[in-house]
């Protein structure tokens, strides 16, 4: 299959976008062979010959890059490039209005869910239903597949005590967790503060099996405080 053979010089597209975005002005190539760079698995299968690259950017920062791509050899005009540049400025603003919006909806979720939560907690006695609301009301706010809480037992084990998309014999069991760099929720509570992970290959404690069965790539907690 054409499109499944790379070659061993082509390159993945997010290191050239993160370049481009560098870019203070358009970036052109004509041919893109003159930029090692250019030399991707998009512009192998799309038979790109020139290419003009510019940021987008709005007053506070980039937020992505706009490519203008040609299958033949063409060469940009000062007008083209900046009809180009307008173009991008113009895309960046409707980017930045529209990552706003959804930021903005974001917010309006996690307070409706916690106000849900605080109505729903009064009438509740239950330690356990308490939890399981918890986490239930956690994941829906910030759509995720899985959330839990880890409490430490009159034993002093970290036991999983309460969770949302996971197994219920992890919390009928009492699933005990590692302390210390044993485990994230150990690491969290030796820290003392909110442990965000985007890459649970790389990081300083380790992972629990429960982690990698579920195909999990990135995670964030927070320490249980009653201050």
């Known amino acids: 299959d054409e499109k499944a053979a790379a070659s061993p010089a082509e390159k993945d597209d997010y290191p050239l976008v993160l370049a481009m975005m560098e870019q203070d002005r358009p970036y052109v190539v004509e041919p893109i062979t003159a930029d090692p760079r250019f030399a991707t698995r998009f512009a192998r299968e799309e038979k790109i010959q020139s290419c003009a690259a510019v940021a987008l950017k709005t007053a506070e920062r980039k937020v992505g890059v706009l490519f203008v791509n040609y299958r033949d050899q063409h060469r940009f005009t000062q007008d083209e490039l900046t009809n180009v540049e307008m173009f991008a400025n113009l895309a960046a603003v409707f980017l930045h209005n529209a990552q706003l919006f959804d930021d ?124």
């Open 104 to 227: 903005l909806n974001r917010k309006l979720r996690e307070q409706s869910a916690l106000a849900d939560l605080s109505h729903e907690l009064l009438g509740t006695t239950d330690l356990q239903a308490t939890m399981d609301h918890a986490v239930a009301t956690a994941a829906k706010a910030l759509e995720t597949e899985f959330a839990n809480i880890v409490l430490l037992d009159d034993r002093d084990r970290l036991i999983f005590s309460a969770g949302y998309g996971w197994e219920k014999e992890l919390v009928v069991e009492k699933h005990e967790l590692q302390k210390g760099d044993g485990s994230q929720a150990g690491y969290t509570i030796q820290q003392g503060h909110a442990i965000a992970v985007d890459d649970y290959r790389s990081v300083d404690f380790q992972v629990p099996p429960l982690v990698a069965e579920h195909a999990i790539q990135s995670g964030l907690s927070v320490p249980l405080s009653l201050n």
